[in-house]
């Protein structure tokens, strides 16, 4: 079983900068891809980052140059520095993991940005 704890969402003013972080534990051979998902109230899930377990990144168009996702040192940890917020920002984000085809989600963690 692997479980994903999530922290770091709350409210922020536009122009600010939050940082989430996902720890994935459990019984875990190897993660191929970590990403950061996110869903806006009416909306679908998104993608918003990825990075793969050789450090291959992906954003989508509307975060480039503002957000950076890192994985750390144990490859079991990602984490998104979220800069220069706009509302549109705001949303659900949720960690993902692949296990080589087995994928896991966190439990979802508010990400607020006011005008």
């Known amino acids: 079983q692997v479980q994903l704890v999530e922290s770091g969402g709350g409210l922020v003013q536009a122009g600010g900068s939050l940082r989430l972080s996902c720890a994935a534990s459990?019984?875990?051979?190897?993660?191929?891809?970590m990403g950061w998902y996110r869903q806006a109230p009416g909306k679908q899930r998104e993608l918003v980052a990825r990075?793969?377990?050789?450090?291959?990144?992906n954003y989508i168009d509307s975060v480039k140059g503002r957000f950076i996702i890192s994985r750390g040192n144990a490859k079991n940890t990602v984490a998104l520095q979220m800069n220069s917020l706009n509302p549109e920002d705001t949303a659900v984000y949720y960690c993902?993991?692949?296990?080589?085809?087995?994928?896991?989600w966190g439990q979802g963690t508010q990400v607020t940005v006011s005008s």
């Open positions: 459990g019984t875990i051979f190897s993660i191929d891809t």
């Open positions: 993902n993991v692949d296990l080589f085809g087995d994928t896991h």
């Open positions: 990075i793969t377990r050789g450090g291959r990144t």
